[in-house]
């Protein structure tokens, strides 16, 4: 078991990681809140496997908890969905003060977020995150946001959203058992951004117990949370509302962004985040940031961890270009990176060369392509 404590200006709180801790969710959540109405917001799929241990805590701990379904689609984290929330949160009588506990992954953590911030001015939010992705980095820093349809379809990301921080994260490690192992992987790929940016011991950790990490060793995968969620603790600490360097987890991102737009290549998040890492890397090593065997330990390192480091095909260079202007990380007009120095440590940068970003596209390219 371990505890780590964030320190915030808005709401400091605890992140409690522990294996089987669900059983025990409700007791840890009586101690910073005494029992009363609470919504639990869960993704539908981990409602069949970790629903009701979550409930029957709650309850044996005094907790009156209604529940909430949601299909965790980009679709859903919506403010539609929103809206269907805060109606189940009126018709169970929530009332200011009440809680809303967020039982799955990052859609689900971000959606029920924004609903706790929003509700009646807002309302304590206990984030249970079961994907790997929501543990080390989703469910800290108290980022809420849903997505917006625009009046022409489109579909733009985490528009509408808040800062609001956590009441308490409870991690139960055990719960990654039932996650399906691509999600799985896609959270080790946000490892592997953390400790680039931060601990190039954890880069060594990661890599000397990729066999066990693979496997999901529960006592490894634990210190590799804990390790994990401790860079992340740290940033956020310092730059709660990313006026700095809080864009360091951006790490892989704008790379990751552009390939995501490309709905048909069939990437998950964290399978784009490795491919964008790589593709900071090259930048890094033509800027002189970073040597190649740097470079090459982190792509040996991504391949260990059976995560891609290249497209699955090939897309036109330009096309990438196109997709990477639209994010919406550009300062005044020029595109701004977040480049790896060396290993363990990051570097905002907003004067790289086109060239040199399209030689990048180039080696995470297919052999041959382009
Ligand atoms: N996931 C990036 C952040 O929380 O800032």
């Known amino acids: 078991m371990a505890t780590l404590r964030v320190n915030s200006p808005a709401n400091s709180y605890s992140i409690h990681i522990e294996c089987k801790m669900l059983l025990r969710a409700g007791a840890l959540i009586s101690q910073i809140a005494k029992p009363q109405r609470a919504m639990l917001a869960v993704d539908r799929n981990v409602y069949q496997t970790h629903g009701q241990i979550l409930i029957n805590s709650m309850r044996d701990a005094g907790f009156d908890i209604h529940t909430f379904e949601i299909e965790a689609a980009e679709t859903n984290k919506s403010l ?76 733009v990301k985490n528009l509408v959203g808040a800062f609001w921080q956590p009441a308490h994260v409870l991690i139960d490690p055990a719960t990654l058992l039932t996650l399906n192992d691509r999600q799985y992987r896609c959270g080790l790929a946000e490892c592997v951004k953390h400790a680039m940016i931060a601990d190039a011991g954890l880069l060594e950790f990661l890599s000397e ?99 891609p480091t290249r497209l699955p095909r090939a897309v036109p260079i330009a096309a ?32 790289v060369p086109n060239e040199i970003i399209e030689q990048a596209w180039q080696s995470v390219s297919p052999p041959h392509a382009n």
Not at 126 to 133: E, I, K, Q
Not at 271 to 300: F, K, P, T, Y
Not at 321 to 342: E, N, T
Request: proline share 2%.
């Open 80 to 155: 539609d969905t929103a809206r269907s929330l805060y109606a189940a949160m009126l018709d169970s009588k929530l009332e200011r003060g009440s809680i809303v506990l967020a039982l799955g992954g990052g859609i689900v953590g971000d959606l029920a977020g924004f609903v706790a911030a929003t509700f009646m001015r807002g309302v304590p939010l206990v984030h249970v995150p079961t994907t790997l992705l929501a543990m080390v980095d989703a469910s800290i820093g108290g980022k809420t946001a849903v997505n917006f349809t625009k009046p022409d379809g489109g579909l």
């Open 209 to 307: 117990n990729r066999r066990a990490i693979l496997a999901k060793d529960l006592g490894v995968v634990q210190t590799l949370i804990e390790r994990s969620a401790a860079i992340k603790v740290a940033i956020v600490e310092r730059d709660e509302h990313e006026q700095g360097e809080r864009a360091l987890l951006n790490l892989g991102h704008t790379f990751a962004h552009a390939i995501e737009s490309f709905a048909d290549l069939d990437i998950h998040h964290g399978e784009a985040v490795s491919i964008g890492l790589v593709a900071a890397s090259h930048i890094s090593v033509a800027r002189g940031l970073m040597n190649n065997i740097q470079r090459d330990s982190v792509i040996n390192l991504l391949i260990a961890l059976d995560l």
């Open 320 to 351: 990438l270009l196109q997709a990477m202007r639209h994010d919406k990380k550009i300062a005044s007009g020029r595109l701004r990176l977040i480049l790896p120095v060396g290993l363990g440590s990051a570097r905002i940068v907003d004067d």
